[in-house]
C-alpha cells in the first residue's frame, strides 16, 4: 500500500479549524477568540471591558465598538484566524494567568451584556509550562 495525502489540515498548524465559538486565556497574557467567536460576538466591536466574578470564578468581556470610547477598554486586534485581547494588567491583577494556555466556550449574558467565559470548566489546554530554554 502507497502513501495515502491528508487533506484535512485545515489550518497552518495542521488543525481543523474550529467551528464551536472558543476563548483562550493564553499563559503570554493574552486572550484568544477563534473565528465563530469573534464573529458571533465582535464582529463590529473595536475594544473590550473586562470584568471578574471571583464568586462564580467568571471572567466576562464586554464588547464595545469604539476601543477609545471607555478608558478602561482594550484594543480587540483581528485577524484571519480570529482575534486577541491583551488584558495582561487585568488577568495579573486576579491572578488568571494559566500555567498552559487554556480554552473554554463562552457565553452570551444578556442580562448584563457580556461574553462570559466560566473558569471552572475549560475544555482543553494547549501547550506546556515550562519555558523554553534559552541555552
Do not use: C, W
Request: hydrophobic residues 30%; without cysteine; charged residues 30%.
Amino acid at each position: 500500500m502507497g502513501y495515502e495525502k491528508f487533506e484535512e489540515a485545515g489550518s497552518e498548524r495542521g488543525r481543523p479549524p474550529a467551528t464551536d465559538p472558543m476563548v483562550s486565556l493564553r499563559k503570554s497574557g493574552s486572550i484568544g477568540i477563534n473565528r465563530p467567536a469573534l464573529e458571533t460576538y465582535f464582529e463590529d466591536d473595536e475594544g473590550a471591558i473586562m470584568y471578574y466574578d471571583g464568586d462564580d470564578e467568571q471572567v466576562g468581556i464586554e464588547p464595545v465598538a469604539d476601543n477609545e470610547a471607555d478608558e478602561a477598554a482594550y484594543s480587540v486586534t483581528k485577524t484571519g484566524s480570529g482575534g486577541t485581547i491583551v488584558p495582561k494588567a487585568f488577568l495579573e491583577e486576579y491572578d488568571l494567568v494559566p500555567a498552559v494556555t487554556t480554552q473554554f466556550e463562552p457565553e452570551h449574558d444578556e442580562d448584563n451584556g457580556l461574553v462570559t467565559v466560566d473558569l471552572d470548566d475549560p475544555i482543553g489546554t494547549h501547550g506546556s509550562p515550562y519555558e523554553e530554554d534559552e541555552s
